[in-house]
């Protein structure tokens, strides 16, 4: 998450792709890339425009969308990059058969707040009220964006030690967010505000198969979540913010033997209240946490509705 919101001359992407190009139908879309700039262009062979590139989004593995500004206006470039397929292609939910214009081909405009909630969700500290400001925008998730502002914490620390005071533990939590101390239906919230809660979901839904990108939302939906969950079950239990996505499924076994049994000769018991398997001991997740391809991102998102997928049924929304 650390490097998800940066300006575009830190991109890996563009500096080891000097020239990416797609064509759908008529037009062009190009992004070139020399010297730390990246220039967007887009031509239908009679007219062409360009534009320097200013943000990015999304560090690339899935996607990496584009920004640019043209008189103190954000626009978002129709043409992405998505990792599986080391290219170009829309932007997800941004596909236009036939556009209107090369304006309208080129970009969306990013009006109102929109832009200020691209930054909130993945950049820190980009927002005072609810205005966007550039100057102070640390790009990527950092610390303070899930942590608090650590200032008071460090000023404190500070203060203490020219005192020739030492902080009691308890002292320095207390200053900043401790996100460990979060109930589990809180604690899924809390990665909810950027990944979408369950309100989110049933207030504005993304509609369909879709919604399996809001992984708080999937995970409520499953029987292993019960009523108020379980602490056992929250996104830390089985994510580290800290450290990279663990892409071999099998290393969450243990996360599901936590509480599910590993042999059905045993009985459910309140230290594990999950039944046992009978068709397999191992690799739950590629079984009970199925894969669905997002055509728009080229990409197979895992299903955090944990559940018995019969051959099939269709995705259960
Ligand atoms: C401030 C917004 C924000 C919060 C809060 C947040 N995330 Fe994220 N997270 C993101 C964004 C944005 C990405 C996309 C990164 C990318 O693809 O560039 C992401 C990506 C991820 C990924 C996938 C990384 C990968 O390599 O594919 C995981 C796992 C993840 N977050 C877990 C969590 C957990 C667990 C929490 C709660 C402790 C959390 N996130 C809270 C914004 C947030
Ligand atoms: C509510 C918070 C939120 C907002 C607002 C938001 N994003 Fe994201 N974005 C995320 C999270 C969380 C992820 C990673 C989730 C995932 O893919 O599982 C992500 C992923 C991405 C990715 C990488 C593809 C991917 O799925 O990982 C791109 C590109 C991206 N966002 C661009 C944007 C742009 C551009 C805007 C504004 C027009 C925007 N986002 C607004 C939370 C947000
Ligand atoms: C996406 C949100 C997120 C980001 C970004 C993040 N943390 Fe955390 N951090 C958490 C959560 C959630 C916990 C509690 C983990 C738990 O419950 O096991 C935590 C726990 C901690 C702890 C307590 C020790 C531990 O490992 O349990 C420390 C120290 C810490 N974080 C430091 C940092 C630092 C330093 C950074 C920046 C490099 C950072 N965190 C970035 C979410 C985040
Ligand atoms: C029981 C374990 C488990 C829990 C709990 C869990 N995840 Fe995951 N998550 C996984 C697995 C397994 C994958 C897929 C890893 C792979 O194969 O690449 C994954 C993948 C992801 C990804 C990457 C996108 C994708 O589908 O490849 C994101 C983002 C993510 N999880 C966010 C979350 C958030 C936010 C929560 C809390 C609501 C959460 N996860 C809770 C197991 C879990
Ligand atoms: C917090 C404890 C907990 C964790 C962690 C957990 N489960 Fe469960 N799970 C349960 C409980 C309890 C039930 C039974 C719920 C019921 O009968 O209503 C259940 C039910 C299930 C079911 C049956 C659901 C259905 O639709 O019939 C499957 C399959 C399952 N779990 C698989 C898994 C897998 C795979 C993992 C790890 C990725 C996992 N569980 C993690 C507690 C948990
Ligand atoms: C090869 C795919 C596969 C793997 C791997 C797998 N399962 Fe299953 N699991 C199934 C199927 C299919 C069913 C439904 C069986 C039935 O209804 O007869 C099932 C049923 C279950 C149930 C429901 C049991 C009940 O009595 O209601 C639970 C819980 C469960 N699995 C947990 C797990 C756990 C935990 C693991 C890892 C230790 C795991 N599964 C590994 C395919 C798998």
Not at 234 to 255: E, G, I, W
Request: charged share 20%; hydrophobic share 30%; net charge neutral.
């Amino acid at each position: 998450m650390a490097r998800t919101a940066l300006p575009v001359a830190d991109s890996d992407i563009l500096s080891t792709h000097d020239r990416l190009t797609f064509q759908a139908g008529k037009i062009n879309y190009q992004i070139a890339t020399a010297g730390g700039k990246s220039v967007y262009t887009v031509t239908d062979g009679a007219k062409s425009m360009s534009a320097p590139l200013t943000w990015l989004f999304g560090d690339g593995h899935i996607g990496q969308s584009y920004l640019f500004e043209r008189d103190g206006n954000f626009y978002e470039s129709r043409a992405s990059y998505f990792g599986t397929v080391q290219g170009l292609d829309f932007t997800p939910g941004r596909k236009l058969t036939d556009p209107q214009s090369l304006e309208q081909a080129m970009a969306r405009p990013v009006v109102g707040d929109e832009v200020v909630r691209c930054f909130a969700c993945h950049a820190t500290g980009s927002t005072i009220g609810d205005k966007l400001d550039r100057s102070r925008v640390i790009p990527g998730i950092s610390c303070e964006a899930c942590h608090g502002p650590g200032l008071k914490h460090s000023l404190a620390q500070r203060m203490a030690s020219a005192e020739g005071q030492v902080l009691e533990n308890d002292q320095k939590t207390d200053l900043i967010f401790d996100p460990a101390k979060l109930s589990p239906a809180d604690a899924v919230d809390f990665c909810g505000s950027c990944h979408g809660t369950w309100w989110d979901v049933k207030l504005a839904p993304p509609v369909g198969i879709a919604n399996v990108r809001s992984q708080p939302y999937r995970l409520e939906k499953s029987r292993c979540w019960g009523k108020n969950g379980d602490a056992r079950l929250t996104c830390v239990a089985c994510h580290d913010p800290h450290q990279q996505l663990v892409r071999d499924t099998a290393s969450y076994d243990k996360n599901c033997l936590s509480c599910h049994l590993a042999a059905s000769s045993t009985k459910p018991s309140p230290d594990h209240p999950g039944p046992a398997c009978k068709v397999s001991a191992k690799d739950c997740a590629s079984c009970h946490m199925p894969k669905y391809e997002l055509g728009d991102f080229h990409y197979k998102f895992a299903d955090h509705n944990i559940r018995v997928v019969k051959p099939d049924a269709p995705y259960p929304e």
